[in-house]
């Protein structure tokens, strides 16, 4: 079998660090490591639409700020297919079809639902299409018999529904569809980089970001208002290492060689952590400390994006061509979901001869 990875972004704002530790990098070195046979990344137009169906320019402004994001940081369109959720519309088919082997209880029990829900104060009005997005999720995966989904911890239930709506499908119509797996980052602090604010989820509509595009002096200004440890009002005072979102970014973003770069008084994260936390360190040394990382880090990213901005209709071609090949594939899997569920009656000759030799 293929190893085949699937994954993707909704287009509802530029992309930010979050994105960046929790799928994108990875999904760099997934690409160029050679250990995958196809990789499909999407971007997820439908699927935002779900939650700004009032304000559909946001997203369509959108689809080309991600397509520079993921070109910016290394996604190559001759390795990896980069495609539009809506120009491969048998995706709504495949979902409408899954819809039959889930039920509302079970969706809503999803915690991803639960929580996305929450956040965007829809308890008492739901939007039908926000609410199915783990099956509409599961037919992008299906869609691609992807093996492989790179994400962040928060979408883990999303992945096993999609795991249990595969294994419902083959139960009931044969063996069809492939079961795919998440992988999740490496680094634990990557699974779920906080917001600056020290919130739970860096969110775009919490304003509390720090954009792959964002220029030099707004990721200082971000670091510099960044949530440390409240307590630590003084120098002297020790200080608290957990949940102090500035060395959870540490933790995502620091390497040896950052100590003899930038602070080459100490030897390791170890050593920086342990001096806080006995006192004598004040936050405004660790802050610029983070600064100088992450402007070495979003430097190059930043400096390719230009580039690519400089041919906007290059960058449309290629997800035109991207858009067309999914499509190709889409189709493919949706001819043998058909076949599956017996409703592909104008090529099943078996039917055909059924019924004609009834009727003589």
Excluded: W
Aim: aromatic share 8%.
């Amino acid at each position: 079998m293929d190893k085949i990875i699937l994954t993707g972004d909704r287009p509802t704002g530029r992309l930010h660090l979050g994105h960046y530790v929790g799928s994108l990098k990875r999904r760099v070195e997934l690409q160029n490591s050679g250990g995958f046979d196809k990789i499909y990344i999407m971007i997820a137009d439908a699927q935002a639409l779900t939650d700004n169906a009032d304000n559909p320019e946001k997203v369509r402004q959108n689809i080309i700020q991600v397509a520079l994001d993921y070109l910016a940081c290394g996604i190559d369109p001759t390795r990896s297919t980069i495609f539009i959720q809506s120009q491969v519309p048998e995706l709504c088919e495949l979902s409408f079809y899954y819809m039959n082997l889930v039920t509302v209880s079970r969706l809503q029990r999803n915690p991803t639902v639960k929580t996305e829900i929450k956040m965007r104060n829809f308890e008492a009005n739901i939007p039908v299409g926000f609410f199915t997005y783990p099956i509409s999720q599961a037919a992008d995966i299906t869609a691609f018999n992807a093996t492989t989904v790179p994400a962040g911890e928060d979408q883990e239930p999303m992945i096993e529904q999609a795991r249990e709506i595969v294994r419902r499908f083959n139960a009931t119509y044969g063996d069809t569809l492939v079961e795919p797996e998440i992988l999740l980052p490496d680094n634990s602090a990557c699974l779920r980089l906080p917001g600056t604010d020290g919130k739970a989820k860096m969110s775009k509509s919490l304003g509390n970001c720090i954009y792959l595009s964002d220029s030099e002096s707004d990721i200082s200004k971000r670091v510099k208002t960044m949530f440390t440890d409240p307590d630590h009002l003084r120098v002297t005072d020790p200080g608290k290492v957990e949940g102090n979102t500035v060395f959870t970014y540490l933790d995502a973003f620091c390497r040896p060689q950052h100590f003899m770069q930038y602070l080459p008084e100490y030897g390791s994260l170890e050593e920086l952590k342990a001096h806080y936390r006995r006192g004598g360190l004040g936050d405004v040394k660790v802050k610029k400390f983070l600064d100088a990382i992450l402007q070495e880090e979003l430097a190059p990213i930043r400096s390719r994006r230009k580039e690519y901005e400089q041919d906007i209709p290059a960058v449309f071609s290629m997800l035109r061509q991207g858009s067309e090949t999914a499509r190709t594939v889409a189709a493919e899997t949706l001819d043998k979901v058909r076949h599956s569920m017996r409703i592909d009656y104008f090529n099943d000759m078996d039917l055909l001869t059924a019924e004609y030799g009834k009727n003589e």
